[in-house]
């Protein structure tokens, strides 16, 4: 598209000038970033190594390799299983949480989100330590109880470890909908007579169905398209995302690769679309009339559910505990002393753990800056709607993305000696731009929410006053809008620690980031500093969300007192 | 009709295929207060933005005082606004808010001279460190005022100002807002669906329905001579009794409850009619009664009648009791037009 003729256009609705520079360069920004690469991989999927025009040629190639395949096959299985299994256990957890009067529930719910600070290959690491060869459980602890093995390298594991990962985004996701339920429903059921398991099925299952559909795909299109897990446990059992990695990484098949990639896009972008289409229907079942859930008293069903959160939990933490047991053990299986001689030199200056948070701070900073100003611009500005909706629909994009897609649409775009921006290749800047736009969408949900909440007239009267959009940008907006730029810079912070999918393709060798040397690791079989490097990113994590939310814990108190609006 | 102080021209605006002004002319004097007054979705809101330059007009022209506006930013218009929502910054304290837009305006120390000049007008001396969720509406109603004012602007322009209020408060705050007008004179324009507010504050209310304007007029003359039977209707409430045959093209007439009077069995013009409802109003009475044809049939047609108390006790009305009343002439209202009788009904 011509820039100038957007210009022209703009001009009658004008609100500012300078707003309109800043809105047309974030707009360019997201175009470079999201949709010029993706249109990369759509090109390379359909030509061939010297740029000729070949159809359906490697889609043709990949399905007439029977190994290639299998693995396809093998990526629904494992998919199947662990959305079944993670929505199942995550819908129960997050009823025990909303809908019972159980004890503890501030305990199971951390607990629950524990994974989501952990790279996905800890879980994989955990197994290992219980059920590997050597294993705690596979060899009856060292002896003392008859063994159990079970086949863990293969589907198993993967589907094992894959629930461990989806697990805490099946529960986020189904304990908002929970949460969100009108009472007056279950009033008016109860007064005409239905029974407790009619209700259940006539009124929460319904107003819980587009999100559980949601739930189910994210879950599916998360095991589909994640790399960590079957990497560490997946041993000879081929999945499309290692599949991937081969052909680009193992053999430079770039063709290959972008055909692979744009199968993995496939459920994702059934997934967003099937996202955005439940997101408008299940909006219609609340209004402000409704009134919150209520919970009765039954011993049984707090008997029930007490037991299956303290089953779940104990599971999560038992891996965990595992994966940093088995990091401070000399020798394992052979000499079970404690020693910290894993953690020595991981704080060097320039070690994977220094190169971490060096991109997750700079992911985090840049990151938050330009998800709050897209995120404001296209809420609050009058610049013209043509670019605004533009913005917004690049915006939303990424969540269709899968990381593996991004890192290797990355490779195609910015690794070609003819394109302008080729120099970001092979530094950190291309990592953070990666993991920007990897975690964008979901921040820029989060940030048009929150700004929504505020007058939309503020603009309006700042502008009546002959203030400039900026001061009341600086003096308002920003202040009313500072926790959920927090939250947000937590968010990028912590995913850009743990993410490897999309870094993997990416990262310069001398800028090698944790979750990646943990693959590495993993892969040259040192299990046990593997285990301690991701024990290491899960301590920052933990220590950097507690310091920040301690921080703005209150600040979300007094913006929450600033916001009420008193009637009469 | 010699151009006003503020005077639009043929101002138009449409949303994407929504059409929210079309032809729009008026003329205001300097100091009047005008009530731009209409249902909602009439477009009084839109022409109070294009006012305040907050909207684009796709057509016409702006003038104040003989000079072109129409493409001047609304920060540079020297226009107060205040908002429906009050828009009210929720981290700044009331003095803040007050001093917001005089930033770029005045030194330190002449802002926190007007602020507190400001503050003593609307008798909030005692709140201006509190944020505006520790202020009552109408508090919070009056810091907005108050902001509006800082900059002694030429127009204040104020968008349904009273209506999160309650009942009470917004009597007090209707006095308030026309006593700053006789105190400062600025040419006021405020937007309100409520007409009893219209009547009350405005020198010329300005009637508006579907995108258009459809009358100007003091209160006086848009109460007892509405143009149309929309206006009739959305003011005050009305009967409509027939057309009148004698004019050329008919002409629908019409009366209000408490014009229509109640007369003797052998009143001369007498119609008759059966109480069908009868609802308390305090200071009156509302009937409804249903016309009575040839051998006091029930014709389905409903004349609302507005009695006062007392009569209603000397009278000994009740329920389904027959009653005469008469159409006094002088009150009976014509118009010219009956092509929006349907829209009014």
Known sequence: MNMNIWLKRIRPNAGSWSQNIVMLTMTAALLIAILLPLGELVMKAVTDQEGGFVGLAHFANYFSTPALVASLWNSIKVSTMTTFIAVTLGFGFAYALERSGIQGKWFFRSVALLPLFAPSMLHGLALIYLFGNQGLISTGFFGLLPELRIPLYGPVGIVFSEVLFTFPQAYLMLAVALKSADYRLYEAAESLGASKWRTFWTVTVPGTKFTLISTVFVCFVLTFTDFGAPKVVGGQYNVLATDLYKQVIGQQNMQMGAAVGVLLLIPAVVSFVVDRISQRKQSGWLSAKSTPYRIEGNRRRDALFYALCSAVSAIILGIFLVAVYGSLVKVWPYSLSISFSRYEGLFEGAGPFANSLIISLGTAIIGTLATFMLAYLIEKSRACPVVRHTSYFLSMLPLALPGLVLGLIYVFFFNNPNQPLNGLYGTVWIVILCNIVHFYSVSFLTMTSSLKKLDSEFEAASESMNVPWYQALLRVTVPLSLPTILEIFIYFFINSMVTVSAVIFLYAPDLKPASVAIVNLEDSGDIAPAAAMSTIIILTNLLVRTVIMGLSGKLRKRTEGLLLRKEG | ?345
């Open chain 2, 1 to 345: 009709m010699k151009p006003g102080y503020l005077s639009l021209r043929g101002i138009a605006k449409h949303f994407g295929k929504q059409t929210a002004l079309q032809d729009i002319h008026l003329d205001i004097k300097k100091h009047e207060f005008i009530c731009l007054l209409g249902p909602s979705g009439c477009g009084k809101t839109t022409l109070l933005r294009i006012l305040a330059g907050l909207e684009k007009a796709d057509r016409g022209k702006l003038e104040i005082s003989g000079k072109d506006i129409t493409a001047v930013p609304a920060g540079k218009r020297n226009f107060g606004m205040m908002f429906q929502s009050y828009a009210l910054f929720p981290n700044l304290s009331v003095g803040e808010n007050i001093a917001y837009g005089l930033r770029n305006r005045l030194s330190k120390s002449q802002i926190a001279d007007r602020v507190e000049e400001l503050l003593g007008l609307v008798e909030l001396g005692e709140q201006r460190h509190k944020v505006p969720a520790q202020l009552s509406g109408g508090q919070q109603q009056r810091v907005a005022l108050a902001r509006a004012l800082a900059f002694s602007p030429d127009c204040l322009l104020l968008d349904e100002p009273l209506s999160a209020l309650d009942a009470k408060v917004r009597v007090k705050l209707r006095r308030e807002i026309c006593r700053l007008h006789r105190q400062f004179g600025m040419t006021t324009i405020m937007v309100t669906h409520d007409q009893e507010e219209a009547l009350t504050m405005a020198d010329r209310i300005v009637v508006m329905n579907k995108s258009r304007i459809i009358q100007v007029g003091t209160p006086n003359e848009v109460y007892e001579n509405p143009r149309t039977p929309f206006v009739a209707d959305f003011i005050g409430a009305v009967n409509f009794i027939g057309m009148d045959k004698n004019k050329h093209g008919g002409a629908a007439l019409a009366i209000r409850p408490e014009n229509v009077q109640l007369v003797r069995e052998d009143h001369e013009k007498g119609k008759q009619g059966v109480v069908r409802e009868l609802e308390y109003r305090g200071a009156h009475y509302r009937l409804v009664a249903e016309l009575l044809g040839m051998k006091d049939a029930p014709l389905q047609q409903f004349v609302v009648i507005d009695v006062p108390a007392e009569s209603m006790i000397s009278l000994k009305i009740r329920m389904n009791q027959k009653i005469f009343f008469a159409f006094p002439p002088e009150h009976v209202i014509q118009f010219d037009s009956t092509a929006d009788l349907a829209a009014a009904q």
